[in-house]
C-alpha cells in the first residue's frame, strides 16, 4: 500500500505529475511510484499537498461507490472538468493492470468545489491508492479530498396543488430485457439521454436560484453553473434516474425536474407570482421535447410537495403499480384522460369520440390532444378532504361531469385490468 504520511489526521498526498521521475528504476508500478514521490517531495521541504481525509470519504461510501469533494481553489487555477476526465481516466488506466478497479465519474461543480463519484470500489485501500496517485497530477495544491457533498436539498415547500408535466420516452424493447432487470431498464440511447438531461437542466434553472442535483443513492448537493449535462447521463446511465431542484426564496418559486427508469420524465413548477396559464405553458413544454421519440405524455394536477407520481391515486381503474409493470401498453393505451396529451396514431386509433378536442399534428405519427376549455382541467383546484388534509386522491379537476365525459371520448384507450389481461405485453 502506498506509504502514508499522517500529519494533523490526514493522510497527506503529493502535488506532481504522474510520470516517472528521473530516479525512478527498479519499480515503476503506481504504488511506489507515488511512494517515492511522497517521500522525495517531503526531502525537499515542499509542504503544498492535497489532504485525503479518508474517514470523511468512508463516511460516503455506498457499497462498490463513494462520492467525495476536491475541496481547494487551486491556488486560483480551479481545473475544467475536461482536465478533471483527463486525469482520472489515465489514473484509472494506470491502476487497472493492478487489479484496482476504481474510476470516476459524474464531476459536479457543487457549493464546496469539484465533486464526483468514485466507483468500482471492492475496499476503501482502492480508493486510497486511486486518491493518491490522482493527487499528485496537482503541483503546490493545498487543500482536502473529503466524502461528501450531502445537502438536504429543498427543505421548504408549498402544499398547494400546482401543475406537472409527465413524458414517456420510447424505449429499446423491454421484452427483450430479463424480468429481473426490467424494474431498473432506462432503455434511451447515449444521445438522446444527454439531450434530455441538457432539456431538464435549462427547463429548471431560474436566474439567481439556488440548485441541487440529486442521483437517488443518498446524494442530493448544491450545484454551480449550467455545465453538468455529462455528469447527468453518467448518473442515469449509472442509477437509472435523477432530481433537479430549483428554488428562489420570497416569495418560495421552485422547479423540479425528474428522470425515473422506462424512459419516464417528469416536470413541476410551483411559482405564486403568475397565474395558471404561465404555469401551465411552461409545463406543457415537456411533450414537445422530442415528440417523435416519446410514447406518450400529459399535463396533470400534482401536489407542491413530494415526488412527481402520485397521479396514480387519481386513475379511474388501475393504480401506477400497474403501468410500472406493463409500460410497453403506453405505446398505445392510456391511464386516464387529461385536458393536453401527447399521443400516438395507434391511441387515437382506440379512441372513442375526440371531435370535441382540438388535435394537432406532430412529427412521428404523435399528436397533441388539448380540451378546448382548458381553464376548467388546469385552473387551480383544492385537494383537501374534508378533515383539511392534502390528499392525492383529489387531485383532479373540480368537475366531475367533465372527467366522466372525457373518459368516455378516449373510451378503450385507458388501461383497465381487462386491458392487461387481455393486451399482456410479456406474453
Same mark, same amino acid.
Given at each position: ?31 511506489? %511510484?507515488?511512494?517515492?514521490? @511522497?517521500?522525495?517531495?517531503?526531502? *525537499? ?12 470519504? *468512508? ?32 489514473? %484509472?488506466? $494506470? ?7 476504481? #474510476? ?18 471492492? /475496499? ?19 487543500? *482536502?479530498?473529503? +466524502? ?43 444521445? &438522446?439521454?444527454?439531450?434530455? #438531461? ?25 450545484? $454551480? +453553473? ?22 428562489? !426564496? ?28 404561465? !404555469? ?18 400529459? @399535463?396533470?394536477? #400534482? ?22 409493470? /406493463? ?37 412521428? +405519427?404523435?399528436?397533441?390532444? &388539448?380540451? $378546448? ?10 385537494? $383537501?378532504?374534508? /378533515? ?16 366522466? *365525459? ?17 393486451? /399482456?405485453?410479456?406474453?
Amino acid at each position: 500500500m502506498i506509504g502514508r504520511i499522517i500529519e494533523s489526521g490526514f493522510f497527506h498526498l503529493v502535488s506532481l505529475v504522474m510520470q516517472r521521475a528521473p530516479e525512478e528504476s527498479a519499480d515503476d508500478s503506481p504504488t511506489a %511510484t507515488a511512494q517515492r514521490i @511522497v517521500t522525495n517531495r517531503l526531502e *525537499k521541504g515542499q509542504r503544498h499537498m492535497l489532504e485525503i481525509d479518508l474517514r470523511s470519504l *468512508k463516511r460516503f461510501r455506498t457499497g462498490p461507490r463513494v462520492r467525495f469533494v476536491l475541496a481547494s481553489d487551486f491556488g486560483g487555477r480551479v481545473p475544467e472538468e475536461d482536465t478533471l476526465r483527463t486525469i482520472a481516466r489515465e489514473v %484509472t488506466e $494506470r491502476l487497472s493492470p493492478t487489479g484496482n478497479p476504481a #474510476c470516476a465519474a459524474q464531476w459536479v461543480m457543487s457549493s464546496q468545489g469539484w465533486a464526483g463519484w468514485l466507483n468500482g470500489l471492492r /475496499n476503501l485501500d482502492d480508493a486510497e491508492e486511486w486518491f493518491n496517485l490522482f493527487a499528485a497530477s496537482f503541483s503546490r495544491t493545498d487543500g *482536502k479530498i473529503i +466524502g461528501g457533498p450531502r445537502e438536504r436539498g429543498l427543505s421548504e415547500f408549498d402544499w398547494t396543488p400546482t401543475l406537472a408535466g409527465n413524458l414517456y420516452l420510447t424505449t429499446a424493447d423491454m421484452r427483450a430485457v430479463d424480468s429481473d432487470e426490467r424494474g431498473w431498464f432506462w432503455g434511451i440511447d447515449e444521445t &438522446m439521454t444527454r439531450y434530455v #438531461c441538457e432539456q431538464m437542466m435549462y427547463w429548471a434553472h431560474m436566474p439567481g436560484a439556488t440548485e441541487w442535483l440529486a442521483n437517488y443513492v443518498g446524494d442530493s448537493f448544491e450545484t $454551480r +453553473g449550467l455545465d453538468h449535462v455529462e455528469s447527468m447521463a453518467e448518473m442515469v446511465r449509472d442509477v437509472y434516474q435523477l432530481r433537479l431542484e430549483a428554488a428562489l !426564496r420570497e416569495p418560495l418559486r421552485y422547479r423540479t425536474a425528474e428522470i425515473k427508469p422506462h424512459g419516464s420524465v417528469a416536470i413541476r413548477v410551483v411559482d405564486p407570482t403568475v397565474g395558471w396559464t404561465d !404555469r401551465l405553458a411552461l409545463v406543457k413544454e415537456i411533450l414537445t421535447w422530442s415528440a417523435p421519440r416519446s410514447d406518450y405524455g400529459y @399535463v396533470r394536477h #400534482c401536489s407542491g410537495i413530494g415526488g412527481l407520481d402520485d397521479d396514480g391515486k387519481t386513475w379511474p381503474h388501475i393504480d401506477e403499480a400497474h403501468v410500472r409493470y /406493463n409500460r410497453p401498453l403506453l405505446t398505445s393505451f392510456v391511464p386516464d384522460a387529461y385536458g393536453i396529451q401527447l399521443l400516438t396514431d395507434a391511441h387515437l386509433a382506440r379512441a372513442h369520440d375526440l371531435s370535441d378536442w382540438d388535435i394537432t399534428p406532430l412529427d412521428g +405519427g404523435r399528436h397533441l390532444v &388539448m380540451a $378546448r376549455d382548458l381553464e376548467s382541467w388546469y385552473r387551480p383546484i383544492d385537494d $383537501r378532504d374534508e /378533515n383539511g388534509q392534502h390528499s392525492p386522491a383529489l387531485l383532479l379537476p373540480d368537475n366531475p361531469d367533465l372527467i366522466a *365525459k372525457a373518459r368516455t371520448d378516449f373510451g378503450d384507450m385507458i388501461i383497465t385490468p381487462s386491458t392487461i389481461d387481455t393486451h /399482456n405485453p410479456w406474453r
